[in-house]
């Protein structure tokens, strides 16, 4: 591998991906990240978090019910 960084160990399911938003959000909330270590890195993160919670609405009614607090 080029660069001498290890790849991260990509997991492969739904529930990893809404895990990794959830750790985001936590992080964000709870652990004191206030985009002060590495803004453009804690933006990013965020910026995707909200992306694929917004597309999880738009894709699948279930979630839009849950999202929207009609649940």
Not at 46 to 61: F, G, N
């Given at each position: 591998?080029?660069?001498?960084?290890?790849?991260?160990?990509?997991?492969?399911?739904?529930?990893?991906?809404?895990?990794?938003?959830?750790?985001?959000?936590?992080?964000?909330?709870?652990?004191?990240?206030?985009?002060?270590?590495?803004?453009?890195?804690?933006?990013?993160?965020?910026?995707?978090?909200?992306?694929?919670?917004?597309?999880?609405?738009?894709?699948d009614k279930?979630?839009?019910?849950?999202?929207?607090?009609?649940?």
């Amino acid at each position: 591998m080029s660069g001498g960084r290890a790849r991260p160990h990509c997991e492969q399911s739904v529930q990893a991906l809404f895990g990794m938003v959830r750790r985001v959000r936590n992080n964000l909330f709870h652990g004191g990240e206030y985009f002060d270590d590495n803004a453009k890195r804690n933006q990013a993160l965020v910026q995707e978090s909200i992306t694929i919670m917004l597309l999880a609405v738009e894709w699948d009614k279930a979630v839009n019910v849950f999202f929207e607090g009609r649940a």
